[in-house]
């Protein structure tokens, strides 16, 4: 068995997905209880639909803010903190997630590919912020009265283009990439761990179950992420 210890390895990516905040209470978008079950992405997640009925957007924007904001880090992701605190240099986060729930839990160094539910910006004239008050108690501009957009990159907008370049980066130097709870169905996303691997770099996949893209992970541990982050982090003290 191929020892995936985080302690064994200088350079660490971490790359999560909605699996990884689902024993905090964040639902997932497919599988069991996933929010896409219920909502359509077309209707409350995209750009068209936000220019078509901004306040329905809201609406559902502001249902994830409090579903979310109600929800802690899980030890999963206090156990990455941990890691990136015993390697200050050595650990990245590269999410899919817009939860925050890294960033709670004490990561630093954490690369938002889908943006976050918190940041919010006005496409028409620049201005930008972060609230985490749920609901969102003003929906429109402070500087010119459009609606508030969320800082979410949605079905068919670009990933940002300094995040991507970062990512792919930390992805071309790694020598162990940890997935962790994605279904590997949404791209460019699902993709960028073919970049470590073909840097030779040994890729785990965190999942309980199997994804599209299994074949290219050497090791799969079939778990929660709380069950596999405590034995991939074990033997990693932070210090002092
Ligand atoms: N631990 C680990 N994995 C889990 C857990 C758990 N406790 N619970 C569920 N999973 C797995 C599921 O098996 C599934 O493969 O997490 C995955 C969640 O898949 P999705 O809901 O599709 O989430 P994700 O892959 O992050 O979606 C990618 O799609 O909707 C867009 O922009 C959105 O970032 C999102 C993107």
Same mark, same amino acid.
């Given at each position: 068995?191929?020892?995936?210890?985080v302690?064994?390895?200088?350079?660490?990516? #971490? #790359?999560?997905?909605?699996?990884?905040? %689902? +024993?905090?209470?964040v639902?997932?978008?497919?599988g069991?209880g996933?929010?896409?079950?219920?909502?359509?992405?077309?209707?409350?997640?995209?750009?068209?639909?936000?220019?078509?009925?901004?306040?329905?957007?809201?609406e559902?924007?502001n249902?994830?803010?409090?579903?979310? /904001?109600?929800? +802690?880090?899980?030890?999963?992701?206090?156990?990455i903190?941990?890691?990136?605190?015993?390697?200050?240099? /050595?650990?990245?986060?590269?999410?899919?997630?817009?939860d925050?729930?890294?960033?709670?839990? /004490?990561?630093?160094?954490?690369?938002?590919?889908?943006? !976050?539910?918190?940041?919010?910006?006005c496409? %028409?004239?620049?201005?930008?912020?972060?609230?985490?008050?749920?609901p969102?108690?003003?929906?429109?501009?402070?500087?010119?009265g %459009?609606y508030?957009?969320?800082?979410?990159?949605? #079905?068919?907008?670009?990933?940002? /283009?300094?995040?991507?370049?970062?990512?792919?980066?930390?992805m071309? !130097?790694?020598?162990?990439?940890v997935?962790?709870?994605?279904?590997?169905?949404?791209?460019p996303a699902?993709?960028?761990?073919?970049?470590?691997?073909?840097?030779?770099?040994?890729?785990?996949?965190?999942?309980?179950?199997?994804t599209?893209? !299994?074949?290219?992970?050497?090791v799969h541990?079939?778990?929660?992420?709380?069950?596999?982050?405590?034995?991939?982090?074990?033997?990693?003290? %932070?210090?002092?």
């Open positions: 068995m191929v020892d995936v210890r302690r064994s390895f200088e350079s660490v990516v #971490f #790359f999560t997905g909605a699996g990884m905040s %689902a +024993e905090s209470g639902p997932t978008y497919r069991k996933g929010i896409w079950k219920e909502y359509d992405h077309e209707s409350c997640a995209c750009q068209t639909a936000f220019e078509r009925e901004p306040e329905y957007v809201w559902f924007h249902y994830r803010r409090e579903l979310v /904001g109600k929800c +802690e880090p899980n030890e999963g992701h206090l156990a903190a941990r890691a990136e605190r015993a390697r200050p240099a /050595g650990i990245d986060v590269v999410t899919q997630n817009i925050g729930l890294h960033q709670r839990a /004490g990561s630093q160094r954490v690369h938002e590919l889908h943006g !976050s539910l918190w940041k919010l910006r496409d %028409a004239c620049g201005w930008r912020d972060e609230d985490h008050r749920a969102l108690p003003e929906i429109h501009c402070p500087e010119c %459009a508030k957009r969320p800082g979410i990159v949605w #079905f068919g907008d670009n990933l940002d /283009g300094t995040t991507v370049r970062t990512v792919m980066e930390r071309a !130097s790694c020598d162990l990439l997935s962790i709870g994605t279904s590997a169905v949404v791209y699902a993709e960028l761990p073919l970049i470590a691997r073909r840097r030779g770099a040994v890729l785990v996949e965190v999942n309980p179950e199997e599209p893209l !299994s074949e290219i992970y050497q541990m079939r778990c929660p992420a709380t069950e596999a982050l405590a034995e991939l982090c074990e033997g990693l003290e %932070a210090p002092g």
